[in-house]
């Protein structure tokens, strides 16, 4: 894959900075206390859906307009946030949006993806199951299958990486969570247009490795999923596309539990006061694993998201177990 270039960046910024503004990145000194480290917080939980996936739903429908593509329905899976990016967009520019969700996904996700205009569909106990039966729905009725992970997707999640390593071109290293992979791509491709020297950590959940698993193998490895947390990481199959970009990018990859992952959101919480999802937590209860070697640098995290369901969030901070 041809990751996006500098120019294809910030012409993807002009397309986001029509919808909301460039989101803030703080050094949080309650976080840099606990780090041991000058601790940077990226605010894609600032966004108009609370994560940093809509900058790729904006940008994806951008390119399919340029093009003259833009089909009259487009059809997508996802645990929500994805899903909100991909339904903003489509009501931006008119087109029906069917998104399918796996059982037992997220009430409040699933809630912000109807107000958007979404039809909702449930289907499958994961997501992987869900993507499934969302292509064959796109096939069924000759609709626009969008993807988890595309080149016109990366365009636009890019630029919040752009922004954070313009805003802060001294950070020594990032840590970014893995979902199916735009994210750290992403990264990835920031730091190359730049030309920063910037090292990239992946986080992965320890309940779903299948990047972990993949990156080790040299290949993709299907791995199951159990994290009850981190539905932002939940991936059952790595993406061979973004296994080949992260591979030979990343400095290494760490993969936290569901039990640290909860502690870092409520640390976020407590000196931050800002709200993170599971996955956007994991970035910050990566580098608290890896705080020893930390020492003296500045590091970048990724808060990439805070949608977490309040009775979710409520058990988080009282210690309760998930």
């Known amino acids: 894959m041809h990751l996006p270039s500098l120019t294809d960046i910030e012409a993807a910024a002009e397309v986001v900075y029509r919808v909301f503004p460039p989101t803030p990145q703080y050094r949080w000194g309650l976080l840099g206390e606990r780090l041991g480290a000058d601790c940077w917080l990226k605010h894609e939980n600032h966004t108009p859906v609370g994560a940093f996936k809509i900058r790729g739903g904006l940008t994806y429908f951008d390119q399919l307009r340029q093009r003259g593509e833009m089909p009259r329905e487009v059809i997508s899976a996802t645990r929500g946030n994805h899903g909100q990016s991909i339904g903003w967009a489509a009501r931006e520019h008119g087109v029906r949006c069917t998104i399918v969700v796996p059982h ?181 209860a990566a580098a608290m694993q890896e705080k020893e070697s930390l020492k003296g640098q500045s590091v970048g995290l990724s808060l990439s998201g805070g949608n977490v369901d309040s009775e979710m969030f409520a058990r988080v901070l009282s210690g309760a177990s998930v």
């Open 104 to 284: 037992g996904n997220s009430l409040e996700k699933n809630a912000a993806m109807r107000a958007l205009g979404v039809d909702l569909v449930e289907h499958g106990g994961d997501f992987q199951e869900a993507r499934e039966h969302a292509m064959r729905l796109a096939a069924e009725r000759g609709a626009h299958m969008v993807p988890s992970f595309h080149r016109d997707l990366l365009r636009g999640v890019s630029t919040y990486w752009w922004e954070f390593l313009r805003a802060v071109p001294a950070l020594d290293v990032v840590y970014v969570p893995i979902g199916q992979g735009s994210g750290a791509c992403s990264a990835v491709a920031a730091k190359l247009a730049l030309g920063r020297h910037t090292r990239i950590v992946g986080v992965v959940s320890a309940h779903a490795t299948t990047y972990a698993d993949s990156i080790t193998a040299g290949r993709v490895v299907e791995a199951p999923v159990t994290t009850l947390l981190a539905d932002g990481m939940a991936c059952r199959v790595a993406d061979a596309e973004a296994l080949a970009v992260l591979a030979p990018q990343l400095d290494h990859v760490v993969k936290v539990t569901d039990d640290e992952v909860a502690q870092a959101m409520r640390q976020i919480f407590a000196d931050t006061h800002n709200v993170a999802e599971g996955a956007g937590a994991a970035a910050f």
